[in-house]
């Protein structure tokens, strides 16, 4: 059984710039949520995917955007980068429904450091 | 809003003695989560507890959910310097995990 992986592990970007962050879920996972960690902080619930649409968003602004693909892999979105967008951005999947009690599990997080 | 405090936020103790870490939330949930963060590293889950009463023990590591209270603890037993790390606690919020919300983390240092 895979776990959940993501890419790249490292990326330096420059303000304005825009970025993609990729997940791959967990085999067997249909649901992927993004979590943005900054340094010293808890992980922020950024968004979640569930079917290929987005199915709750924490307090980001539109310029977070996420794709969900068919074969439940993800993308994170990020235009017109600013400063504190510098974080570890952490991708978790689970399967929704069912009698399991859900639980996430994060992949090694892409840390992002933008100048 | 559902708001999760925890505390310490930082805790230095000698390898062999016990602690507890607190987690305080604002809101009715029934699920709540311990995770464990090594430094540059990603979130490694620890405990689920999903009803009141609930106790989950691993190792040295303890668990417990008050939900009437709204606050769990994670009680270290005989520590030892592997158990160094940051321990978050998160709450479901809107169900079905659709939105964990997390504390700040215990960054716990143990000393030989």
């Known amino acids: 059984e895979t776990g959940v992986t993501q890419s790249p592990t490292h990326l330096i970007k420059t303000r304005g710039q825009q970025v993609t962050l990729r997940c791959s879920s967990q085999s067997g996972h249909n649901t992927v949520s993004w979590y943005q960690q900054a340094l010293g902080q808890g992980p922020q619930f950024i968004f979640q995917?569930?079917?290929?649409?987005?199915?709750g968003r924490g307090n980001f602004p539109p310029r977070f955007s996420g794709l969900q693909f068919p074969n439940y892999s993800s993308e994170l979105n990020v235009n017109a980068l600013e400063l504190d967008d510098s974080a570890l951005y952490l991708c978790?999947?689970?399967?929704?429904?069912?009698?399991?009690?859900?639980?996430?599990?994060f992949g090694p997080g892409t840390r992002l450091t933008v100048l | 809003e559902l708001k999760v405090e925890q505390n310490p936020l930082f805790l230095s103790m000698q390898e062999g003695k016990n602690y507890t870490i607190y987690c305080n939330y604002s809101?009715?949930?029934?699920?709540l989560y311990w995770y464990r963060q090594d430094p540059g590293k990603s979130l490694e889950s620890l405990f689920v507890?999903?009803?009141n009463g609930a106790v989950k023990q691993e190792g040295r590591l303890m668990a417990s959910l008050d939900t009437k209270a709204r606050l769990s603890t994670l009680h270290i037993t005989a520590a030892v310097h592997d158990l160094s790390a940051t321990y978050f606690c998160?709450?479901?919020?809107?169900?079905?995990?659709?939105?964990?919300?997390w504390g700040l983390g215990t960054s716990l240092a143990v000393n030989p």
């Open positions: 995917y569930y079917r290929e649409e987005e199915n």
């Open positions: 998160a709450v479901d919020h809107a169900g079905n995990n659709r939105k964990l919300i």
């Open positions: 809101t009715t949930s029934d699920r």
């Open positions: 507890l999903l009803s």
């Open positions: 978790a999947s689970r399967t929704r429904g069912g009698s399991s009690y859900n639980e996430q599990f």
